[in-house]
Nanobody, 128 residues
Framework: QVQLVESGGGLVQSGGSLRLSCAGSRVTLEYYAIGWFRQAPGKEREGVACISITHRIGDGATYYVDSVKGRFTISRDNAKNVVYLQMDSLKPEDTAVYFC?????????????????WGRGTQVTVSS
C-alpha cells in the first residue's frame, strides 16, 4: 500500500525543538515535491513548508510560510526515503496535527493543500 507515515510529534515546552519525519512506504519520495501542513483545532489546514524534487546539483528548493521562516527547516534524506521538518523555537501557536503530502506547489498566496498522497498526521503540542 502506497502511503506516507509521519512521526516525531509530541509535547514540548515553548522555545523547544522537535524533528518530524515523513517516511515513504511503497513510494520513492525523491521523485516528488513534499510538503508539510498543519491543522489546529477549529482552524483550516495550513501549508507550512515545501521542498521541491531534488536537483542533480544541491538540494531541492524550499518554501516556508512566513510564520515559521527562520525557525523550521525542511530537508530530505533520499537514502532513507524520508523528509524531515526540524522545528526550533517552538511557540504555543505551532500546536497542531502535522501532515506530510506529495506534490506541494507554493503560490503567491501560500501553500495550498495538494491532491497527492497524504499521511495521517502526528500531533505537536507546545506548552507555554
Amino acid at each position: 500500500q502506497v502511503q506516507l507515515v509521519e512521526s516525531g510529534g509530541g509535547l514540548v515546552q515553548s522555545g523547544g525543538s522537535l524533528r518530524l519525519s515523513c517516511a515513504g512506504s511503497r513510494v520513492t519520495l525523491e521523485y516528488y515535491a513534499i510538503g508539510w501542513f498543519r491543522q489546529a483545532p477549529g482552524k483550516e489546514r495550513e501549508g507550512v513548508a515545501c521542498i521541491s524534487i531534488t536537483h542533480r546539483i544541491g538540494d531541492g528548493a524550499t518554501y516556508y510560510v512566513d510564520s515559521v521562516k527562520g525557525r523550521f527547516t525542511i530537508s530530505r534524506d533520499n537514502a532513507k526515503n524520508v523528509v524531515y521538518l526540524q522545528m526550533d523555537s517552538l511557540k504555543p501557536e505551532d500546536t497542531a496535527v502535522y501532515f506530510c503530502a506529495t506534490d506541494c506547489a507554493p503560490t503567491d498566496q501560500g501553500l495550498p493543500a495538494t491532491a497527492g498522497i497524504w499521511g495521517r498526521g502526528t500531533q505537536v503540542t507546545v506548552s507555554s
